[in-house]
């Protein structure tokens, strides 16, 4: 069997322990220090997990105008990938130390490279302590290089210049990850102007999960997203968020409930408020 959008730690831990056990990372991060998730991986992770870097790992080159967590080379991943010992047809699993905002960018980018069989802990470390299952300070050993290989663009993205000529023929509703506030344009901490992409509707990504951190059921989840966008199918949709990371969380819901595949805005608000072009919505949508 194999795992595409979520995967429960009751059925991760019995594959951990199979002749061919899935590639593990752990994506812990923290938007405010960026040596958080480092430590906080050190400090106690899922046995055979590797750590993967928001940052170095998961980010490229930025330039000022390309949001804070701007797409890596595809080629660099896929090298970084192959060193890990990754396959083309090994099973990958992400989680993180938070509600899986960060494991889904990872999801997102390991699918963008063509790869299918990579899905998201449900409930992260989190989820994964409560059912009292270990956790180490061991670090894992690194296999013989794999044979994972880019496969073709899998997950599509629009442009800052596709949004801006969306404000006018509004081919897709666009649909912000960010906190109520922030897309109010309330309680801006990380990029230096308030506010959201005119024409945008807020669905944080909070939104997608239940109490103790794991994803709502599908049925939940189709009924609140069917509200929230008219009806509309995914590839009418655009996710963004602050940089193109907890966008990916709403990415993951559509994709578990079968709503498809939405285009992801990886510049997202911290990209769209540095182009002195760009107008700039406040208030509710």
């Known amino acids: 069997m194999t795992y595409q959008t979520l995967i429960s730690p009751?059925?991760?831990?019995?594959?951990l322990a199979s002749p061919t056990p899935p590639l593990l990372l752990d994506a812990s991060h923290d938007l405010f220090d960026s040596k958080l998730g480092r430590l906080t991986y050190d400090t106690g992770h899922l046995p055979g997990a590797h750590f993967v870097s928001m940052e170095r790992d998961m980010g490229g080159v930025r330039n000022g105008q390309n949001g804070r967590h701007p797409l890596p080379s595809r080629d660099d991943v896929v090298a970084w990938l192959r060193k890990l010992g990754a396959n083309n047809d090994q099973q990958i699993v992400v989680y993180d130390q938070c509600e899986g905002s960060f494991a889904s960018r990872v999801w997102w980018t390991i699918k963008w490279l063509g790869h299918a069989n990579v899905a998201v802990l449900d409930g992260g470390a989190s989820a994964w302590r409560a059912d009292g299952l270990p956790m180490t300070q061991d670090q894992p050993a690194i296999q013989a290089e794999g044979d994972f290989s880019d496969r073709g663009v899998a997950m599509p993205?629009?442009?800052?210049?596709?949004l801006l000529e969306n404000l006018e023929s509004k081919k897709y509703l666009v649909i912000d990850a960010r906190s109520e506030d922030r897309f109010r344009g309330e309680n801006e901490t990380l990029d230096p102007v308030g506010g959201h992409i005119p024409g945008a509707i807020s669905r944080f990504y909070k939104h997608n999960l239940n109490?103790?951190?794991?994803?709502?059921?599908?049925?939940?989840?189709?009924?609140?997203?069917?509200?929230?966008?008219?009806?509309?199918?995914?590839?009418?949709?655009v996710m963004q968020c602050g940089s193109g990371v907890s966008a990916c969380h709403n990415l993951l819901a559509l994709e578990r409930i079968g709503f498809g595949v939405a285009p992801l805005y990886i510049g997202s608000w911290s990209e769209w408020c540095s182009r002195a072009d760009a107008p700039i919505a406040t208030g509710p949508a």
């Not at 993205?157 to 596709?162: G, I, L, N, P, Q």
């Not at 049925?219 to 199918?233: D, I, M, N």
């Open 10 to 15: 009751r059925e991760l831990q019995p594959l």
């Open 157 to 162: 993205t629009v442009s800052y210049e596709d």
């Open 211 to 237: 109490p103790d951190g794991t994803f709502k059921s599908i049925e939940q989840l189709k009924e609140e997203f069917t509200a929230a966008a008219s009806g509309r199918q995914a590839q009418a949709m």
